[in-house]
């Protein structure tokens, strides 16, 4: 994902960003490293061509610089697109570990779960998003895992 455009506004201490897709996301100082403040205000932010246009960077009065990434204001604003693709990239680490581990080649792993070699090397690939959660808890089921599920309600802040 990339970013549109980002502002700072130091009344209210944070920035804004606006994605390609035309989301609009905010993102408080508190957040950011070096933190700007009043004693030490934004004197310039920007879209940065050199990180992908998929992060900002702010320029502070004292000439310290930082850098947010776009994955950064996503968790903080908690998107749940991206919180659900956080979890099927975290279930594709689990299962490339544990292929690694099982000491089964591809081809056996790929027989025991109906499909083919090709399709196995999708599934175990951290940077294909497409892909189901059924079929990485199915490859990790092959691979001698179990996978628990937990839902927790969130306590009001």
Request: aromatic share 8%.
């Given at each position: ?11 209210r201490n944070e920035f804004t ?13 508190a957040e950011a490293d070096p ?63 544990g292929i690694e581990e099982s ?55």
């Open positions: 994902m990339k970013m549109r455009s980002v502002t700072s506004s130091n009344r960003v606006v994605t390609r897709s035309g989301n609009t996301y905010t993102f408080p100082y933190r700007p403040g009043s004693d030490d205000r934004i004197e310039e932010v920007f879209i940065d061509k050199e990180l992908g246009n998929e992060a900002f960077t702010y320029i502070l009065e004292s000439g310290k610089e930082g850098s947010v990434h776009l994955e950064q204001v996503l968790e903080y604003n908690e998107d749940p697109k991206y919180l659900a693709e956080l979890l099927i990239y975290k279930l594709t680490l689990e299962a490339k570990k000491g089964l080649s591809m081809r056996q792993i790929a027989k025991r779960l109906n499909t083919s070699v090709p399709q196995l090397y999708r599934l175990s690939d951290p940077a294909n998003t497409r892909k189901s959660m059924s079929q990485l808890v199915a490859l990790l089921h092959v691979l001698n895992c179990d996978v628990d599920l937990v839902v927790k309600r969130k306590v009001a802040a």
